[in-house]
């Protein structure tokens, strides 16, 4: 009596339009052939990908969750079942690295129901032969569909989703009255002198979402700004891979077949506002980010942005990153000398406090201490080593039976680093706002040391500050302590 196998099957689909691969006739397909050769094809075993291309294997993430599972001892199953080679992958580099992993490392088969391969050497010659062609084909096709579309656009077709303002009608774009007015609105406060961020602030105060269904920003309205479709014209990068061209004045322009809803007047007058903006303020006119001693410390207490520097060295403020891009609606201005001495007042407040609002992280609630600082990272930096050797093992560089010792050694190790860790005495609340106030009063004589750069002060401030919230309303900040 033969002992029964058990089966994994792997079932990819590219596009919804190959309904002759749909993913349940593939499936269907398997199963028969697996109870047909006496296996068995439990359903935690069936790994599916749809609607996704099999030219590279690692944005599969089902391929990779099976050949995860694959490499369990004692291994879970003993052949992957395929409709096709080409379901497997369409690059035959990923092809012959992963069928050589499992079958050497893992002593699991990967078999194609539809192709059926002979037991003897000229099977590996035809496999190959049918891996290079599904590449070929997989590559053809991508430049066949890239010319194509190619063609279409240089006629006016449409190659791509319709932008803010239009919608889909059949082949062309149609403009959807409503946000067509918000896109004439747009560039009418635009030429008449509102700035972006006031713009995208009037959008999202009036509930108006992105076409990706998004809160408007700065980019949002820019992008609107430049965007030639709205004269009836189309836009393409001159370069296929590159799709963040979307600024590029050097890009292709052809006329569609839809209809404008701007005027070309309007249009060019928006564009010589935005060169004398530029004009008024060059790309690199700021240059690396000027020293300030909050920098990357203190938010925005209505939706936790940063506040970021902004002026001139002659009035020098912090405002709120996200009300800059127009995202907040509401203003957290504030003189930077002003935040400086807020910050450091209520450092000073806090040193006669009893309780501080201290953040402190699972490893360090449990010990304390440089002994405990030592631990904490000799284990990190063994994880690391586990790291590295699992990916020594997944590129072919050791075998499963080194991986296999170098894991259970580095996992020993990181095992008695632990023990000596949970056996160190726990620090009180008590004990913390101690540590706290300690690094409050060394820092405090060098926030107020005029001689000392703004970074210097910053590193000070960042060795034992998790966060300061600004509150606007009150004019106060609110500290938050790491231990």
Known sequence: MSILKTAAAYIRVSTEEQTEYSPDSQLKAV????QEHDMILPDEFVFMDEGISGRTAGKRPEFQRMIGTAKLKPKPFDVILLWKFGRFARNRQDSIVYKSMLRKQCGIDVVSISEQLGEDNTSILIEALIEAMDEYYSLNLAEEVKRGMTEKFSRGGVVSQPPFGYRMGGDIFV??????????????????????????MKLNGM???TSKGNAWGNRNVEYVLTNPVYLGKLRRSRDPQNRHDRFNEDSILVDGKHEPIIEQSVFEQAQVRRAEIKKAYPKHARQTPAEYMLRGIIRCDNCG?????????????????????????????????????????????????????????????VSTGAVAATIETMIAKEQRKLERVREAYEAGVDTLEEYRQNKAKITDRIEELQKELDNSPAMSEQERVAVVKGKINASLAILTNPDLSETAKNEALLSFVEKIIFVKPKGVVEIHYKA
Do not use: W
Not at 306 to 332: D, F, M, P, W
Not at 344 to 358: C, P, R
């Open 31 to 34: 199963r028969k052939y697996a």
């Open 175 to 200: 403009p959807d009255e409503v946000n067509a007015n918000i896109v004439r609105m747009i560039f009418e406060d635009f030429v008449n002198g509102s700035k972006t961020r006031a713009i995208a």
């Open 305 to 365: 942005s940063t506040l970021i520097l902004t002026g001139n060295k002659k009035a020098r403020y912090l405002q709120c990153h996200s009300y800059n891009r127009g995202e907040c609606q509401v203003s957290h201005g504030i003189a930077v000398e002003k935040a400086n001495r807020i910050v450091i007042e209520k450092l000073t407040a806090d040193l006669g406090s009893d309780t501080l609002d201290i953040a402190v992280k699972p490893a360090a609630s």
């Open 207 to 209: 509930g108006v979402k």
